[in-house]
Structure formats: C-alpha cells, structure tokens
C-alpha cells in the first residue's frame, strides 16, 4: 500500500500571528533579556522570536536605543514607591526609593549601562519622578533645586549599578581579578610619589556597595539644600524645540 505524501497547507489553514503591538515587543524583550541578557536581544534576534521581519519591528520602535528606553520603563514598575505614602522621616524614605531603583538595575547590569544613555518617558518613569518630587517636597527643598536634583540622583543610582552590578556574589573570576588587581595597586603604591594614595591605604576602596549608594544620596541631598542655582537659567532643550 503507497503513503500519499502529506498535502501542503494553505495559508489560510495556518493559524494567525498575533498581531504585532509595541506592548507585545517590550514584554518579548524583556522575556528575552531576562533569559539570554540585554546583549544577546538584537532587532533580528526579536524579529525572529516574534516570527517576523526586523523592518516590522521599526513601525513601533525607532532603534534599539528607543527599544532599550521603553524596556528600562517597564522594569522600573518593579520599583517599590511605598515609602512615599509612608511615615517616618522623609529623607531615609526618600533614599528608600532610591535603593530600590539601583538594586532593580543591579539585575540587569547591561540595561544599567544602557540606562546611562536611555532616556525613559513612560509611565513607569513619571510615577518614580513624582514619588521622588513629593518626598522633596515633603522635605521642604525648593522647587527648582528639587528638579534639578533628581537628575543628578537618578544618574548617580544608575552609574552605580552600572558599575558595581558584577561585584555581587556571583562575580565572574574576570571581574574579581580586575578588583583584586585594583586592591593591590593600591596596597602597594609608593609613599614617595604617591603620599595620599599611600596613606588612605585600603579605605579608598573600603565599604560595601549599599554603604557608599546611601551615602553617595546622602551627600548629594545635602549639597542641593546648599549649592546656588544659577541666578539665570538657561532655556531647555524642550523649550528650544517649541
């Protein structure tokens, strides 16, 4: 008895690609940063886990720069805003928020990185920036101080995840080379040409990650309270646009 060889099917008799959404690519990046890691998440390798064509992928995001920005929101909705609407002192919660937004970038140390760069304007973002506002607020800092410092710490938390996201148990040995490399200049610099090096020794790299992230915020909250705005400032590049 002869096999008949399977008829091909129709298109039609397929079943349909969900529709693409620019919701649907965010939630499949992340899917695969979270599986594979940032580096490995190009337009072509998300086209072809979307089973479609890169140029599709470019009607809902400009460039992997916009993609990484539109990630970098969505994960900020793992940001714990509570201590806004908390009791106790405003400063502690303040840095509260703060500690929670650089350890959800520890997790991801290559979205750290590119968060130095991204620039975020989702909903995500804006309910971070008005939790921070309103602690400020609550703190009795100027208006205009308060907006320009939570640029400044925003950065900070980002640079710091960025560059401490791998010394974390974990480490890879590169990584902990690096830093045992770093230690031991340090350990043993020169008196002679090098006398403040030399006589900081080892406190120059002493402290724990969380320690110099809170004092880091500390330190900048207390310089805005005392560091003069200009007396003219200069328009926004938003408002030259206009």
Known sequence: MTAHP?????????????????????????????????????????????????ASLYVYVRNIAELHAAVLDELLGEVDLSPAGAGGDWHDRLVRILTSYTSVLFEYPGLAQSALVARPFGKHYLRLVEALLT????????????????????????????????????????????????????????????????ALGPRLLSGSPQDRLAWGFDVLIAGARHTPLPEVLSPSPADIGD
């Open 6 to 54: 399977t008829a091909p099917r129709s298109r039609r008799e397929r079943p349909a690609k969900p529709a693409l959404t620019r919701e649907g690519i965010i939630a499949t990046t992340v899917g695969l940063m979270r599986a594979e890691g940032l580096e490995r998440v190009t337009m072509r390798r998300l086209a072809k886990e979307l089973d479609t064509g890169p």
């Open 135 to 198: 602690l400020l607020d609550e703190g009795g800092l100027e208006p205009d101080r308060a907006a320009w410092l939570i640029d400044l710490l925003l950065q900070y938390g980002t640079a710091t995840a960025a560059e401490h996201a791998h010394r974390v148990p974990g480490d890879t040995p590169q990584d902990q080379a690096d830093w045992q490399a770093l230690a031991a200049v340090v350990r043993d610099v020169s008196p002679r040409t090098h006398p403040h090096i030399a």
